[in-house]
């Protein structure tokens, strides 16, 4: 992994969260950063460098999910399936299916207003699993995925922040012993 051409990205991925009033980073911006971290030559580095980062991510605002559904585990338990995969512990399409089993099991409570941004945080750690069951290092990469700018800033925000946290490339030293 090339960790000056990452720290370039985070970087201009900083600079643009901070001109965007709305604090959105582009689809390109996170496409750039996700492409950053791949070794070609240790792919396997690279997916746990991938997984490692969403996992730092929906720990970071764990917190918001634990506030609005005190006393649910379901975030720790995604958090640990996700540990899981990177050691070849389960099956991915059984931990697949998991993450799905989880999003859904939220109900009527995914459409509560008042829970948005906890529902943010599930969406996440779902999607985070997903990621953790692909191995491929470009899984993420998805060059027709629409930009999603238009959602609600107050929303957006928080989504972003859980799918690229503002860490510099000192938090993905962990990455390189893969």
């Known amino acids: 992994m ?3 051409s990452l720290q370039k990205e985070i970087q201009r991925a900083h600079t643009e969260l901070t001109k965007n009033n709305k604090g959105i980073l582009s689809i390109g911006a996170r496409m ?17 460098c991938r997984t490692y980062l969403d996992m730092l991510c ?14 649910r585990p379901d975030i720790n338990e995604m958090l640990s399936l996700a540990a899981s995969l990177t050691e070849n512990r389960v099956d991915a399409d059984d931990a697949e299916r998991s993450a799905y089993r ?4 939220l109900g009527n409570d995914a459409t509560n207003p008042e829970n948005d941004k906890a529902i ?7 999607h985070m699993v997903i990621s953790a069951c692909h191995r491929d290092p470009y899984y ?8 999603d700018d238009e959602l609600p800033a107050g929303l957006l925000g928080l989504q972003l922040c859980v799918r690229v946290c503002g ?12």
């Open 2 to 4: 090339d960790y000056n």
């Open 32 to 48: 750039r950063l996700w492409e950053a971290m791949i070794d070609a030559n240790q792919p396997e580095a690279s997916y746990r």
């Open 58 to 71: 929906v720990r970071k605002v764990q917190y918001i999910w634990e506030q609005t559904f005190r006393g």
């Open 102 to 105: 989880f999003f859904q099991s």
């Open 120 to 126: 943010f945080v599930a969406n996440a750690a779902q």
């Open 140 to 147: 993420v990469i998805d060059e027709e995925l629409e930009d």
């Open 167 to 178: 860490c510099g490339c000192h938090e993905l030293d962990a990455c390189r012993s893969g």
